[in-house]
């Protein structure tokens, strides 16, 4: 699902993708090999820190170093940006062009996103219709004064977005395309399951830093996406406090998980798993289609006992996959060594590069 805030308007053989969490910058270069993709390099590193807008140069001297690590200078560039610096929503919207759908938005964001955002940048992506029209219905539709369509909206401040390529620039990248981070499981899910994508009814939660996303797709289309302000940080910080130890201790007993910390790890998970089982829940209630599993990616998701307790709360099938799983290894030894443990923690990324390719 190519779904672009600013882009180049091309396909490219080989990109950089980097989404900029909250804690850990995720970061890939991805190369076309034949009819498939070539991980060729990786690089997980400490997001900046500041206290409250990450200026341009504070930015610049982060990408440099991502381009450093992933060899990427000059390489085309595409930023996932996560929910404080980028809006997304499902609307209806009149049939028109998308570049008068931008328009419209530009002028009036309020009518269909029920909040003023001046001084925006928008970009729209048409769900396809599930089921074709029978002839009987076709005409009658033809002949309705107004054709609604359903529409996925994203939105960014348009300085935000100015200073985002800016600061690409500057690292000695191109920039390609910034898109929302809640596209980018959406995106690595159709790559990695194809078949599942387009057939079943799946939910994707990707445990954030300061938030967590749940995406549900019907049968290749996304129906539901939601944002959860529930993330590791809060698992972490939690034992931290209740055990009296320091946050690295706690961030390696979460994923660890010794036997004993399991009740702490599971009174903080309820909540989470509670505002997770309320998104199943609208979407069944308004589809009248059950969710089959779910599907979890993140740091966090390494740890089986996380896997297990969301589980038990959404009292749906959860499972971890491999965002990794249909691309080609192209990466230096050390790197490849350790991919099967890092790979949760790079779904947005490759789910970004997805867009550009």
């Not at 060729?40 to 990408?63: C, F, G, M, Q, W």
């Not at 074709?132 to 309705?144: E, F, L």
């Not at 609208?282 to 009248?288: A, K, L, P, R, T």
């Amino acid at each position: 699902m190519a779904f672009p805030l600013f882009n180049s308007g091309q396909k490219r053989d080989q990109v950089v993708a980097i989404d900029l969490g909250g804690r850990t910058t995720k970061a890939v270069l991805i190369q076309r090999r034949g009819d498939g993709y070539a991980l060729a390099r990786y690089a997980l590193l400490d997001a900046p820190i500041y206290e409250k807008n990450l200026s341009v140069d504070l930015l610049t001297e982060h990408l440099k170093t991502v381009a450093q690590m992933l060899e990427g200078k000059g390489k085309p560039t595409t930023l996932a940006v996560g929910v404080n610096e980028s809006v997304m929503r499902h609307v209806e919207m009149p049939k028109m062009p998308v570049e008068d759908m931008r328009m419209v938005l530009k002028m009036n964001s309020k009518n269909y996103l029920q909040q003023d955002l001046p001084n925006h940048v928008f970009d729209c992506f048409v769900l396809p219709a599930r089921m074709v029209a029978a002839p009987a219905d076709a005409a009658k539709i033809a002949n309705a004064p107004v054709i609604k369509q359903k529409v996925l909206v994203a939105g960014a401040k348009r300085q935000l977005a100015d200073e985002f390529q800016t600061a690409i620039k500057n690292a000695g990248l191109v920039p390609d395309y910034i898109i929302p981070a809640l596209v980018g499981p959406v995106n690595t899910y159709e790559l990695v399951m194809p078949e599942a994508y387009a057939q079943s009814v799946t939910a994707l939660v990707d445990i954030g830093f300061k938030h967590s996303s749940i995406a549900i797709i019907a049968e290749g289309e996304l129906a539901l996406s939601r944002v959860v302000a529930l993330g590791g940080d809060r698992l972490t910080a939690g034992l931290a406090e209740t055990m009296s130890i320091s946050y690295a201790e706690a961030e390696g007993i979460k994923i660890g998980m010794a036997s004993e910390v399991q009740p702490l790890l599971e009174a903080l998970l309820a909540p989470l798993g509670r505002e997770l089982r309320a998104s199943l829940d609208f979407f069944e209630h308004q589809q009248d289609r059950p969710v089959a599993q779910v599907y979890l990616s993140g740091a966090s998701a390494r740890s089986e006992f996380v896997l297990q307790s969301l589980q038990t709360e959404m009292m749906v099938e959860c499972k971890t996959w491999l965002p990794t799983a249909t691309l080609q290894m192209a990466l230096p030894p050390q790197q490849t060594a350790e991919i099967e443990e890092v790979a949760p923690q790079l779904t947005v990324a490759i789910g970004a590069a997805m867009a550009a390719l």
